[in-house]
């Protein structure tokens, strides 16, 4: 009953919604994951003594190209029209 005052509608609803935002939020990760990789790769045409190098922040820092497009597809299902 809480979840229909809260949400507007049935959890089906919104598992739809989720589902909807899950692919933009999942190629907003891999491209902004992509152009991390690829400018660390053009830096190791400018300093050839270093190696490419890529750390655990490198995989949790395009989390934000995740949720931006996420939060964006989702919200849209609930604006006012």
């Not at 935002?21 to 190791?44: C, E, R």
Request: charged share 20%.
């Amino acid at each position: 009953m809480r979840e229909k005052e809260v949400f507007g509608g049935d959890s089906q609803q919104i598992l739809t919604y989720v589902k909807k935002a899950i692919l933009p939020g999942v190629g907003g990760y891999i491209l902004f994951l992509w152009i991390l990789v690829f400018t660390k790769w053009i830096a190791t045409f400018i300093h050839p003594e270093e190696a490419l190098k890529l750390s655990t922040y490198d995989f949790v820092l395009p989390s934000i190209g995740f949720v931006i497009p996420f939060l964006i597809k989702f919200l849209e299902n609930f604006k006012q029209e």
